[in-house]
Nanobody
Framework: QVQVVESGGGLVQAGGSLRLSCAAS????????MGWYRQAPGKQRELVAD???????TYEDSVKGRFTISRDSGKNTVYLQMNSLKPEDTAVYYC?????????????WGQGTQVTVSS
């Protein structure tokens, strides 16, 4: 099995910063693509940022220039540095590790960490 554990959420004022951390462990064997998602009350879960095993990144448009996803070299550990936070960034943030083998997709999620941005 695979375990995914996030940390680093909290309460911050608008304009402030937070750094989320995520570690995936278990039957992974190789470095996997990982991502951060978020879900605000009454909304669907959305992709915030993703990073491949090689370090290529993608971002949701509203966080470009404010958030940075990174990973430790050679590890299934990722971070999300969030700067210039806005109240609309308030959500539960989930870490995801994912990969495909043939036609089969594998997805594992963390328990989520709350990020609250006050105005």
């Amino acid at each position: 099995q695979v375990q995914v554990v996030e940390s680093g959420g909290g309460l911050v004022q608008a304009g402030g910063s937070l750094r989320l951390s995520c570690a995936a462990s278990g039957r992974l064997f190789t470095i996997k693509p990982m991502g951060w998602y978020r879900q605000a009350p009454g909304k669907q879960r959305e992709l915030v940022a993703d990073i491949t095993s090689g370090g290529s990144t993608t971002y949701e448009d509203s966080v470009k220039g404010r958030f940075t996803i990174s990973r430790d070299s050679g590890k299934n550990t990722v971070y999300l540095q969030m700067n210039s936070l806005k109240p609309e960034d308030t959500a539960v943030y989930y870490c995801n590790v994912h990969w495909r083998v043939g036609a089969s997709d594998f997805n594992y999620w963390g328990q989520g960490t709350q990020v609250t941005v006050s105005s």
